[in-house]
């Protein structure tokens, strides 16, 4: 191609090569695809694509993880997860930009003409969350969702001889599966308290954890309860914390369902552990 017009330039004085030539010399290759990522960030937001106030202020890791999981359905998670985002044996984080799915084959096929400024823009992006991660001085997990969170427990379970770690998302905002618990702003107080009786099941149950993803945070759920107020309303809360992973907050059960409601990257999590061997 040719040099861009008006970019200044012109031919370096020791080559006939024109240094605007970005196919021959690289150029100002930097801006260019930074002007990429731009016009593909627009495109994307011009979309369908809804992402509630999560909360910004809060903590400074939203931004990045609010970015990397924007279009994380629940049935994409397992197949991040599959697709090897999370890395073998020292391995921090790995990618596939092909479009075959990483390993094993596994996850969409790259169809004829794919979208490469969405592959190079996602490629920045994933770069992007890497640095983040390895800031010298204040590391942010924000490029981590929840599909890190599913491949670094079977990565655990994978490593251990004695039981088998599975991961999923099993309550939020989404489409109805096997397994998946949808929330609806729409929901009636009756179902509203079906919900709430499923998930303390799930917490009563031996040999599994519940893992809450809200406000940019990770935090185990450690503790239930329930009662009736003067009025006969009833008051439901989990014990859990907003930062850090010691319990510190009873949170009420309406604001929990309100933000798993704001965005589909939010939701409950569930961790199960089986014994295999001796």
């Known amino acids: ?21 970005v196919d021959v010399m690289g150029g100002d290759c930097f801006d260019k695809c930074w002007r990429l990522y731009q016009e593909e960030k627009g495109r994307r937001a011009s979309k369908d694509v809804v992402v509630a106030d999560d909360g910004a202020g809060e903590d400074e890791d939203e931004e990045g993880e609010v970015g990397n ?74 490029p981590f969702g929840n599909w890190g969170v599913i491949g670094a427990v079977r990565r655990i379970s994978d490593a251990d001889d004695q039981y088998n770690f599975n991961c999923k998302t099993v309550m939020g905002k989404g489409k109805k599966k096997e397994g998946f618990t949808v929330l609806s702003s729409k929901d009636s107080p009756a179902k509203v308290a079906s919900q709430w009786a499923t998930l303390r099941t799930w917490f009563l149950q031996d040999g599994s954890v519940l893992l809450s993803h809200h406000k940019n945070h990770y935090a185990l759920i450690y503790a239930m309860r329930e009662w009736r107020d003067k009025e006969g309303a009833w008051v439901r809360q989990v ?22 409601l704001g965005w589909n990257g939010y939701g409950m999590m569930r961790v199960e552990g089986k014994r295999v061997g001796p």
């Not at 994380?72 to 596939?96: I, N, T, Y």
């Not at 010691?246 to 059960?253: E, F, G, L, S």
């Open 239 to 260: 014990f859990t914390a907003r930062k850090g992973q010691r319990p510190t907050t009873w949170i009420d059960w309406g604001e929990m369902r309100e933000c798993y």
């Open 69 to 142: 999981d924007v279009d994380d359905d629940r049935d994409g998670e397992e197949k991040k997860a599959d697709a090897g985002e999370g890395g073998g044996k020292g391995e921090l984080m790995v990618f596939d930009f092909t479009g075959g799915g990483g390993a094993g084959g596994k996850g969409p096929k790259a169809s004829p003409g794919s979208d490469w400024k969405s592959l190079a823009c996602e490629m920045l992006k994933k770069m992007g969350g890497i640095d983040k991660v390895n800031h010298p001085t204040k590391p942010s997990t924000g």
């Open 1 to 21: 191609g040719g040099a861009d017009a008006g970019e200044g330039g012109g031919k370096d004085e020791n080559s006939d090569v024109d240094v605007n030539d």
